[in-house]
Nanobody, 115 residues
């Protein structure tokens, strides 16, 4: 199975930045799509950003202009650069990989935006 490990979360002040990393157990070029989701307490999990195998990216409206998803195939890692963070960005952020219609999830990393 594909194993995903997120890292890079933490506590940051509003307006600050974080870079999340999602390390895959296998080559990410073989993964159909990868994405970053987030889930705040008592809220639905939502897609923040995604990147397809061919490089096409997607961003939720809330992330456009602030977040950037990228990948490093040599390191089997997908990143989410998060700038201009807002308190409403506070959530557990999860990495997901899609392989042959199967979903694989990481354990999540906490992002807290607060003064």
């Amino acid at each position: 199975q594909v194993q995903l490990v997120e890292s890079g979360g933490g506590l940051v002040q509003p307006g600050g930045s974080l870079r999340l990393s999602c390390a895959s157990s296998g080559p990410i070029f073989s993964i159909d799509a990868m994405g970053w989701y987030r889930q705040a307490p008592e809220k639905q999990r939502e897609l923040v950003a995604g990147i397809a195998r061919g490089g096409t990216t997607f961003y939720a409206d809330s992330a456009k202009g602030r977040f950037t998803i990228s990948r490093d195939n040599a390191k089997n890692t997908v990143y989410l650069q998060m700038n201009s963070l807002k308190p409403e960005d506070t959530a557990v952020y999860y990495c997901k990989a899609v392989v042959l219609r199967n979903d694989y999830w990481g354990q999540g990393t906490q992002v807290t935006v607060s003064s």
